[in-house]
T-cell receptor, first 116, second 116 residues
Framework: GAGVSQSPSNKVTEKGKDVELRCDPISGHTALYWYRQSLGQGLEFLIYFQGNSAPDKSGLPSDRFSAERTGGSVSTLTIQRTQQEDSAVYLC??????????????FGPGTRLLVL | AQTVTQSQPEMSVQEAETVTLSCTYDTSENNYYLFWYKQPPSRQMILVIRQEAYKQQNATENRFSVNFQKAAKSFSLKISDSQLGDTAMYFCASLLSGAGSYQLTFGKGTKLSVIP
């Protein structure tokens, strides 16, 4: 596709429910990133994929968070047993590879998650 | 670890005037990259301009230019001939250049309002 796409655009859920957020990177981009943007914390890195592998999961806030990527393309971020503090905008980005200047990260429009 | 500081939470500028957004960063590395991203109300993070730390020449993109002062670890963004469409949050970000470096570190952002 022309850009990074994310779905859903907005998600409202009840505390304790599981949610899945989807990211479709730019075609051909091998690296994919998830960030979280919240009012109090700014933009924080969550996880990075190179192909289908996630070399670094240290940014995930808790074991309720998990992510996977299949076919070197689409990625899903899953939050189990959601809590109110999970409310935020979840941004996905992709780049050609994972390092270097040429591999600028291009962002999707984000998913706004509200946990009631 | 890297840190990025944007000391101006909010700024405003008259249409057609020039405005400068400040950014300072802290890193012990010699090679890195710096970025300015724009986030309008649509939430889409849009790359505005980027700079390689080893290049002394300041980057420019049409009405956008940077003043990169490596010794002072300063990376300010100048917007000339401000337009209403420039109203957005602006984020300064850094990225190390080494292998395995993939995580953008963002500042807290500056909310820019262009006044007609």
């Amino acid at each position: 596709g022309a850009g990074v796409s994310q779905s859903p655009s907005n998600k409202v859920t009840e505390k304790g429910k599981d949610v899945e957020l989807r990211c479709d990177p730019i075609s051909g981009h091998t690296a994919l990133y998830w960030y979280r943007q919240s009012l109090g914390q700014g933009l924080e890195f969550l996880i990075y994929f190179q192909g289908n592998s996630a070399p670094d999961k240290s940014g995930l806030p808790s074991d309720r968070f998990s992510a996977e990527r299949t076919g070197g393309s689409v990625s899903t971020l899953t939050i189990q047993r959601t809590q109110q503090e999970d409310s935020a905008v979840y941004l996905c980005a992709s780049s050609l590879v994972g390092t270097g200047f040429k591999e600028t990260q291009y962002f999707g429009p984000g998913t706004r998650l509200l946990v009631l | 670890a890297q840190t990025v500081t944007q000391s101006q939470p909010e700024m405003s500028v008259q249409e057609a005037e020039t405005v400068t957004l400040s950014c300072t960063y802290d890193t012990s590395e010699n090679n890195y990259y710096l970025f300015w991203y724009k986030q309008p109300p649509s939430r889409q993070m849009i790359l505005v301009i980027r700079q390689e730390a080893y290049k002394q020449q300041n980057a420019t993109e049409n009405r956008f230019s940077v003043n990169f002062q490596k010794a002072a670890k300063s990376f300010s963004l100048k917007i000339s001939d401000s337009q209403l469409g420039d109203t957005a949050m602006y984020f300064c970000a850094s990225l190390l250049s080494g292998a395995g470096s993939y995580q953008l570190t963002f500042g807290k952002g500056t909310k820019l309002s262009v006044i007609p």
